[in-house]
């Protein structure tokens, strides 16, 4: 059973036109992460919720930004997308205390036109 | 900055046969180290982890060696299989600090 869903799967959006990548989980944990992970890179961290707690990662663009309005749900807004944006991204969740054993969705690949 | 990195971004294996994936990384600090598998539009999959006061643990199939004298990571995947070809991603992190840092990820092809 999935225990990181994300939705959708696959997004294609115009530029410049907002767009909301959502996560849930199942797992009852306190820290959701969003990674955006471009072609044939490592995932990067844009930032997190530690509970309610928003952590942002310093490079992250003022284009992104997250929700939590509970445990089990994340949204990622990308407010104005570009060319640049297109990436996969990975919601992930793990427990208090450390990121050992971060659960990962499937990701939603988004693509910008 | 602080980096963790991998000497190889390919590598091919016949099928059967053992293959080493290494990772090397710069922060001595870290509390422990992760090894995920990404198979191709998917997300990352928890391997084996090892924490920093071990030097060797064993999974099913696989081992993770930590050399901190020299700051290297491997995973050694034994009797390779068709469904181990992936992109491997070596990560490090710190207790009481939920951030991740991935290295660069290697792709492991595995040959009939």
């Given at each position: 059973?999935?225990?990181?869903?994300?939705?959708?799967?696959?997004?294609?959006?115009?530029?410049?036109?907002?767009?909301?990548?959502?996560?849930?989980?199942?797992?009852?944990?306190?820290?959701?992460?969003?990674?955006?992970?471009?072609?044939s890179?490592?995932?990067?961290?844009?930032?997190?919720?530690?509970?309610?707690?928003?952590?942002?990662?310093?490079?992250?663009?003022?284009?992104?930004?997250?929700?939590?309005?509970?445990?089990?749900?994340?949204?990622?807004?990308?407010?104005?997308?570009?060319?640049?944006?297109?990436?996969?991204?990975?919601?992930?969740?793990?427990?208090?205390?450390?990121?050992?054993?971060?659960?990962?969705?499937?990701?939603?690949?988004?693509?910008?036109? | 900055?602080?980096?963790?990195?991998l000497h190889l971004p390919t590598l091919s294996v016949q099928e059967g046969d053992n293959s080493i994936i290494n990772c090397?990384?710069?922060?001595?600090?870290?509390?422990?180290?992760?090894w995920?598998k990404q198979e191709s539009?998917?997300?990352?999959?928890?391997i084996?982890?090892?924490?920093?006061?071990?030097?060797?643990?064993?999974?099913?199939r696989v081992?993770?060696?930590?050399?901190?004298?020299?700051?290297?990571?491997s995973l050694q995947i034994a009797a390779t299989q068709p469904g181990d070809s992936a992109v491997y991603f070596c990560?490090?992190?710190?207790?009481?600090?939920?951030?991740?840092?991935?290295?660069t990820g290697t792709r492991l092809t595995i040959i009939p």
């Amino acid at each position: 059973d999935a225990m990181v869903i994300q939705n959708p799967r696959y997004q294609v959006t115009q530029f410049g036109k907002p767009v909301t990548l959502s996560c849930s989980q199942t797992l009852n944990h306190n820290v959701m992460y969003w990674y955006q992970q471009k072609s044939s890179q490592a995932p990067k961290l844009l930032f997190h919720y530690y509970d309610k707690d928003f952590n942002n990662e310093a490079d992250t663009p003022d284009n992104f930004q997250s929700r939590r309005p509970n445990t089990s749900f994340c949204f990622l807004d990308i407010r104005s997308p570009g060319l640049g944006d297109a990436a996969m991204y990975l919601c992930a969740t793990s427990r208090v205390g450390g990121a050992t054993e971060a659960f990962f969705g499937q990701g939603t690949r988004l693509t910008v036109v | 900055g602080e980096s963790v990195g991998l000497h190889l971004p390919t590598l091919s294996v016949q099928e059967g046969d053992n293959s080493i994936i290494n990772c090397a990384y710069s922060n001595s600090a870290s509390d422990y180290f992760i090894w995920y598998k990404q198979e191709s539009g998917k997300g990352p999959q928890f391997i084996i982890d090892i924490r920093s006061n071990m030097d060797k643990r064993q999974g099913q199939r696989v081992t993770v060696l930590l050399n901190k004298t020299v700051k290297h990571l491997s995973l050694q995947i034994a009797a390779t299989q068709p469904g181990d070809s992936a992109v491997y991603f070596c990560a490090e992190g710190f207790f009481g600090n939920e951030k991740l840092t991935f290295g660069t990820g290697t792709r492991l092809t595995i040959i009939p």
